[in-house]
């Protein structure tokens, strides 16, 4: 009796223990899994937006250069640029009585510097134009401006040429300074060198850009690359602060200077020169702050630093919370006199260095992505690479902190937690249980338990009569032919996952993917692939780059809007391509639908094009089979789908040169009788293909090669 109970006993812990230490190995390799799993996926996905924003922010900024190069060439640009200057240069000089209000206007932006402790304080008299038609346009439209907004005075009332060549201009120039967005709008005499006209009035109006006081500031910059420039080219300097900016509404923000020729015919008028706020610049790189579209998350940025470290647009951190971000700059000893202007200026730009590997390698012309200290003692995942922008020092820098990869980890080890909580009591009962089952001291039922246990299925125990010893006897004989059954059974699986793996994934991938080796959580699936290809669409250039722009994304609209209507994902977008998969989740492929989306969106295609009066054509492949796909993540989706099927419709899309619907024999079969299919010879990715008569489908147009089964 003692022995029985001893061995109950041992089964019961022995069951108890055994389900415990699975239940936690398990719960480990899962949490090293998903550890580095999340952490290969956010690397992964700050690469590719490290690369869309750097396309982004080269692509803005040579949007708004080449929108100020053509305003260069604009009649009324260059009519207003000769009458100003022409009335500029009959200003009479100012009396010294006049001036005296002009000191005072500089003394109140000195002392503002002072109060600052800026890194500039130029005395007030440095900041007086040396000419004295600088000075009397000044007098006029500075000191004698009794108009709040200073860009609000349309005429000075002087009687003077050149306050009625302003009163014609003026409202022009402002318009146009509104619609690029731009804070000022200078315009510079060729023959002078001196600031002709500002919209805003600032002190930097009749100033020398060669010899003035704001010659080693972005506007001199600006204008000895104009000078070093084609005519018809326009240039962009780096962020500054420039003290005229200092009497804007926005006191003190860094910007930025684009200038262009003001052109008349071949004869070289002035420059043009656009006062840009760095929010500008902000917004381009942010995508107007849309962090979560972009899939940063709660903690993640994107944002350039220049050839000096620090910062050029205003960071997330800082717009999200100003104080606590100066508090964390100065606990991780940061100076007291830069968190000062930080506060000033109401930003970090030009100011906080960052100083980790992302940058290192940046200004050494690497790309990176790794783990750095993110200038405000958090860690984070980080990429980085050089910007193309004009011959200006730019590098871009996109990051997400660790925590917030760490937070998914945490869940996961709340609920393996709460697993444990749940299962620890649940195996002591079943192993008592089964202690009870199998603490008998029989030795054929112990010695085929342990032959079962070894692994030999073929055991079998003999009749041991019609009692509970026989009845256990006979369950553990119909437990080892189970087991058998299973066995084969498993294998008959492990052989058929192997297949359908070898199907969707790389022959040198599919041994490390069954030995658990994985970057993504795989779904497989029977689905139909469209690639539909758009053929003919423009480079965005010069003028013209706006409609295309629109009708780049009138073509997504109108193909999103189908997508929906017929239920069906897209998988990948671009502006002359678009992949989209049907049936994924279904039963059968739901090649039906596949086939109504391609015809419709190639009819939308020639029908957007024809409207922005451009001829488009679109080349529509359909391949139907396994595919895979992988989700992981609840607050950063990464989502992609491969397999033959979509290298099938891909190569379809793009074999032929023909406008219409092509599919291959994996789609055939499981279209309508009624649809119109003529065979093809195309050689190659091509072979075995078939193009639909998009009469024959509902919604579609004809097609130009007749039908046929």
Request: proline share 4%; glycine share 10%.
């Amino acid at each position: 009796m003692s022995e029985r109970l001893l061995l109950k006993s041992r089964l019961t812990r022995t069951l108890v223990g055994l389900g415990l230490i699975s239940v936690v190995s398990l719960a480990a390799v899962n949490f090293v899994v998903v550890r580095d799993l999340l952490d290969s996926t956010t690397r992964e996905q700050l690469v590719v937006l490290r690369e869309l924003r750097s396309d982004s922010v080269e692509v803005g900024v040579k949007r708004v250069v080449d929108r100020t190069s053509a305003i260069g060439s604009d009649p009324g640009l260059a009519a207003a640029m000769s009458d100003l200057d022409d009335g500029y240069r009959e200003l009479e000089p100012p009396s010294d009585t006049d001036i005296e209000p002009l000191l005072g206007a500089y003394e109140d932006v000195v002392d503002t510097l002072r109060e600052a402790n800026a890194l500039r304080q130029p005395e007030p008299e440095a900041l007086l134009p040396a000419s004295d038609q600088g000075r009397a346009a000044q007098v006029a439209y500075i000191a004698d401006n009794s108009e709040p907004d200073r860009a609000a005075l349309v005429d000075a009332g002087d009687g003077t040429e050149y306050s009625a060549a302003h009163a014609e201009h003026h409202e022009y120039l402002r318009g146009v300074a509104e619609v690029l967005g731009a804070d000022d709008l200078l315009l510079v005499s060729a023959e002078s060198n001196e600031v002709v006209y500002s919209v805003e009035k600032q002190i930097d109006l009749g100033t020398d850009v060669v010899a003035g006081p704001y010659r080693e500031d972005a506007l001199g910059v600006a204008w000895d690359r104009l000078e070093n420039s084609g005519v018809t080219d326009a240039v962009i300097t780096d962020a500054s602060f420039y003290i005229p900016s200092l009497e804007s509404q926005d006191a003190a923000a860094p910007v930025v200077h684009v200038g262009a020729t003001v052109r008349q015919g071949t004869e070289v008028l002035g420059a043009l020169v656009l006062v840009l706020g760095v929010e500008s610049l902000t917004a381009i790189v942010t995508a107007g702050g849309q962090f979560e579209l972009l899939g940063l998350g709660d903690t993640g940025d994107a944002y350039i630093v220049g050839g000096d470290g620090t910062l050029r647009p205003i960071p997330r951190s800082f717009s999200e919370d100003p104080e606590g971000y100066v508090e964390r700059y100065l606990d991780t000893g940061g100076d007291e006199r830069l968190a000062g202007l930080i506060t000033f200026t109401g930003s970090p730009v030009l100011f906080h260095a960052i100083d980790n590997a992302a940058v290192d390698a940046a200004l050494a012309g690497d790309e990176f992505v790794g783990i750095v200290d993110n200038g405000l003692d958090r860690r984070a995942v980080a990429a980085s690479a050089p910007l193309d922008v004009q011959g200006v020092p730019w590098y871009l820098v996109t990051e997400q902190q660790t925590s917030e990869t760490r937070d998914e980890l945490q869940r996961f080890l709340w609920s393996t937690a709460i697993l444990l909580v749940v299962l620890l009591p649940i195996l002591a009962v079943l192993g008592f249980v089964l202690a009870r089952v199998f603490a008998r001291p029989v030795d054929p039922l112990v010695r085929a338990a342990g032959h079962i246990a070894d692994g030999d299925f073929t055991t079998r125990v003999d009749d041991l009569g019609r009692n509970e010893l026989g009845d256990l006897g006979r369950q553990l004989n119909s437990m080892a032919v189970q087991l058998q059954e299973h066995e084969a059974s498993a294998a008959e699986e492990e052989a058929r996952i192997t297949a359908m793996l070898a199907s969707v994934l790389p022959a040198d991938l599919v041994d490390r993917v069954r030995a658990g080796e994985r970057d993504v959580s795989e779904l497989v699936d029977t689905a139909t692939v469209i690639a539909l290809t758009i053929v003919g669409i423009p480079e965005p250039e010069g003028a013209e780059q706006d409609a295309v722009i629109d009708m780049t994304q009138r073509l997504a609209d109108e193909l999103d809007g189908l997508r929906e209507q017929h239920g069906i994902e897209r998988i990948r977008a671009a502006s002359d391509q678009q992949i989209f998969v049907a049936g994924r989740g279904m039963e059968g492929d739901d090649a039906s639908s596949a086939l109504d989306l391609a015809a419709r969106a190639i009819g939308a295609v020639v029908d957007v094009g024809a409207e922005f009066g451009v001829a488009l054509e679109a080349h529509a492949g359909l391949a139907s089979g396994l595919v895979a796909s992988g989700v992981l993540g609840r607050r950063q989706v990464s989502f992609g789908m491969w397999g033959e099927a979509v290298v099938r419709a891909t190569e379809l899309a793009e074999v032929t040169d023909s406008h219409g619907v092509f599919v291959d024999g994996s789609v055939v079969d499981s279209l309508a009788d009624d649809v119109g299919l003529t065979p093809l010879d195309l050689g190659g990715a091509g072979a075995g293909a078939f193009q639909v008569d998009l009469a024959s489908v509902p919604g579609g147009e004809p097609s130009t090669t007749g039908s046929g089964r």
